[in-house]
């Protein structure tokens, strides 16, 4: 059964959102600033951290290997 999420999001988290998604999806930050309207790029970096943080948070995900290497 398909349902359907009426909860009214604050414009905030759809920027938000929107912002990651294009950083996810290989937009650059530059691009991405400019469509935010941030005067600095430093504004726009915060999206680009949580990037960061969830490309290593994948990485752990990965099993250690234990190679003896002659």
Do not use: F, Q
């Not at 009214?8 to 929107?18: A, D, G, I, V, Y």
């Not at 990037?51 to 994948?58: G, P, Q, S, V």
């Amino acid at each position: 059964m398909l349902s359907i999420i009426t909860k009214h999001l604050p414009s905030h988290c759809e920027r938000h959102t929107n912002a990651v998604l294009l950083l996810e999806n290989g937009a650059d930050i530059y691009t991405v600033s400019k469509r935010l309207g941030h005067r600095e790029i430093r504004t726009t970096e915060i999206y680009a951290k949580i990037i960061d943080k969830k490309m290593k948070e994948a990485a752990n995900l990965l099993p250690k290997l234990n190679l003896d290497l002659l």
